[in-house]
């Protein structure tokens, strides 16, 4: 499985940002998708999964939303509302979803900075 991620950048407190996922090597539709990330000296944190329903983390919910686009097999997530808080490297995967979100394959980060 390969998983490209891209659509980081700079960007203020308040604005909006779209990650993109393209999805390769796997079945796209029998697969759940997830994204995590991983700010300066913190613990990797949970973001988002879509596997039958989308889940959030508290920290990004209602300011964030995952997408799937199974024609492209690609996955999105969409930041609005963005915080300084919300700079990160976020990570997106795939993996299955049995009450919580366990990723098997991750595809490298794309880094996101928010200015205040």
């Known amino acids: 499985v390969q998983l490209q991620a891209s659509g980081g950048g700079l960007v203020q407190a308040g604005g909006s940002l779209r990650l993109s996922c393209a999805v390769s090597?796997?079945?796209?539709?029998?697969?759940?998708t997830g994204w995590f990330r991983r700010a300066p000296g913190k613990e990797r944190e949970f973001v988002a999964a879509f596997g039958g329903g989308s889940y959030y983390a508290d920290a990004v919910k209602g300011r964030f939303t995952i997408s799937i686009d199974n024609a492209k097999d690609t996955v999105y997530l969409q930041m609005n509302s963005l915080k300084p808080e919300d700079t990160a490297v976020y990570l997106c995967?795939?993996?299955?979803?049995?009450?919580?979100?366990?990723?098997?394959?991750w595809g490298q980060g794309t880094l996101v900075t928010v200015s205040s």
């Open positions: 995967t795939v993996g299955v979803y049995r009450g919580r979100y366990y990723p098997s394959s």
């Open positions: 090597g796997r079945t796209f539709r029998s697969t759940a």
